[in-house]
């Protein structure tokens, strides 16, 4: 074996072994964060059932706490089995056991959010009911360990919410809530009763001219300038681990070793 071959071999191994090694931090299984549906889960019970209307300003005869006549130019009925507003997916963290069935009960299972410091956030909400003559304001709020941070959005897309990390955002456990609020336009009004709760009665009021009383019947209810629908969940931030290789990585870089141990017997 002459004394070039010699080099030659060495300078090959050292070679082998450098590349190997620069493989091995690729060759680590990747983390993600994630929604983390964690089973079990509760059936909202039915406890309400509500309407919003939104009536046109200019037509509105309001007297004895009711709608007497007026203009709409649209409107929602609810119970407490639909919410307006989710703070995780409705589709992975809500289901519903006979969803062909009309208000068939909501069951709810134990979602939560995990996240890595240092991650982007990706918060995945959802709203319900637009409505004509209404716009919206989304709101997502994060607090706990003494920190409160709040992110603001007139576009409905902002139910899918993502963002960096803030710098002051450590390890711990915390609160997310999310705020969907319908805000009548100029011209407009929120106008929303109880279908259940005394849902149409008649009582005395003055009369148009101011004259006297008269008997008005209508739908009890009140009129607003908004309504908000707020829904939250926990969310944890934890600290990054190390990354450990996968055990298809470790077969791989076993099978780089051996062969490199058999170059440097030859």
Request: hydrophobic share 40%; proline share 6%; charged share 20%.
């Amino acid at each position: 074996m002459t004394w070039q071959y010699q080099q030659r071999r060495k300078i090959r191994n050292h070679l082998i072994s450098a590349a190997l090694l620069a493989l091995t931090p690729l060759l680590a299984a990747p983390v993600h964060a994630a929604l983390i549906r964690s089973g079990g889960g509760t059936v909202q019970q039915d406890s309400f059932n509500e309407t919003v209307m939104v009536y046109e300003e200019a037509t509105l005869d309001y007297r004895a706490s009711r709608i007497v006549s007026g203009t709409s130019i649209d409107s929602y009925s609810r119970n407490s089995l639909n919410p307006p507003a989710f703070a995780t997916p409705p589709e992975d963290c809500w289901y519903n056991t006979f969803s062909e069935i009309e208000g068939a009960p909501l069951i709810r299972t134990a979602c939560h959010y995990e996240f890595y410091v240092g991650d982007m956030l990706e918060l995945m909400g959802a709203a319900r009911y637009p409505l004509d003559g209404v716009d919206y304001l989304l709101s997502w709020t994060i607090f706990g360990m003494g920190q409160t941070w709040q992110f603001d959005s007139d576009s409905l897309s902002h139910t899918h919410f993502q963002t960096a990390m803030p710098d002051d955002m450590g390890p711990g456990e915390y609160w997310v809530s999310f705020t969907f609020t319908q805000i009548a336009q100029e011209g407009y009004a929120l106008f929303r009763y109880s279908n259940i709760l005394d849902p149409y009665r008649c009582d005395e009021a003055e009369n148009r001219e101011g004259t006297g009383p008269e008997i008005v019947c209508g739908q009890t209810g009140s009129l607003t300038d908004s309504i908000m629908y707020t829904d939250a969940a926990r969310l944890y931030v934890l600290e990054r681990p190390t990354a450990v290789p996968t055990p298809a990585s470790w077969l791989l870089l076993s099978a780089g070793l051996l062969a490199l141990a058999r170059l440097r017997r030859r």
